[in-house]
Nanobody, 122 residues
Framework: VQLQASGGGVVQAGGSLRLSCAAS????????IGWFRQAPGQEREFVAQ???????SYADSAKGRFTLSRDNAKNTGYLQMDSLKPEDTAVYYC?????????????????WGQGTQVTVSS
């Protein structure tokens, strides 16, 4: 199983980035896809997740600014991040779990990608 996160970069406050999570070696359409982030010196925190129903849920910090979607035909999940703030700066990780259930805890996810750096300058 491989999860390849990409799309990170450096952006000014108020800008946008779209992260992608390309999966292989698993039944993507049966998996819950999650995004987490980890800033320096902090714990990895939940950002968003989407179950097999296609209905996403978000951390309060992401609501109204981030949009999570999935394309099962491409085995890829997307995290569109708009109105970015300096406090969004972190390494962003995608995760997948074959349970297909609603999952908020990082310990619930079986598979993890390598992370992609997002830096938002003020």
């Amino acid at each position: 199983v491989q999860l390849q996160a990409s799309g990170g970069g450096v952006v000014q406050a108020g800008g946008s980035l779209r992260l992608s999570c390309a999966a292989s070696g698993l039944a993507f359409n049966n998996c819950t896809i999650g995004w987490f982030r980890q800033a320096p010196g902090q714990e990895r925190e939940f950002v968003a997740q989407i179950t097999t129903s296609g209905i996403p849920s978000y951390a309060d910090s992401a609501k109204g600014r981030f949009t999570l979607s999935r394309d099962n035909a491409k085995n890829t999940g997307y995290l569109q991040m708009d109105s970015l703030k300096p406090e969004d700066t972190a390494v962003y990780y995608c995760a997948a779990d074959p349970s297909g259930r609603f999952l908020l805890l990082r310990t619930s996810y079986r598979y993890w990608g390598q992370g992609t750096q997002v830096t938002v300058s003020s």
